[in-house]
């Protein structure tokens, strides 16, 4: 079992950056791929970004490419989402989600959910 806690959204101008966290507790951390999810208002969840269990490899939407970078740190059980050059539709509430495979391209089977953290880029 693994509890997800997100942080860090808020409301920002276009152009502006932001940074969200995802602290974990329970089993250990390094056992899970993580990876970060979004949804918009009336519109489906998708994928965002995820990162392997040691952090060496990374996937992206291409969305995000080139103005998201996810990472972690193992020793503070926590993921980050670093985002910059935020545009409208970055607008969302922002999941972090756990799973034990590490095939980082296969964007379901992960099991442990937050509760989400809400991001709004204005115009």
């Known amino acids: 079992q693994v509890q997800l806690v997100e942080s860090g959204g808020g409301l920002v101008q276009a152009g502006g950056s932001l940074r969200l966290s995802c602290a974990a507790s329970g089993r250990a951390f390094s056992s899970y791929a993580m990876g970060w999810f979004r949804q918009a208002p009336g519109k489906e969840r998708d994928f965002v970004a995820a990162i392997s269990r040691s952090g060496g490899n990374r996937y992206y939407a291409d969305s995000v490419k080139g103005r998201f970078t996810i990472s972690r740190d193992n020793a503070e059980n926590t993921v980050y989402l670093q985002m910059n050059s935020l545009k409208p539709e970055d607008t969302a509430v922002y999941y972090c989600?756990?799973?034990?495979?590490?095939?980082?391209?296969?964007?379901?089977?992960?099991?442990?959910w937050g509760q989400g953290t809400q991001v709004t880029v204005s115009s």
């Open positions: 989600a756990a799973k034990s495979s590490d095939i980082l391209s296969i964007t379901t089977l992960y099991k442990y």
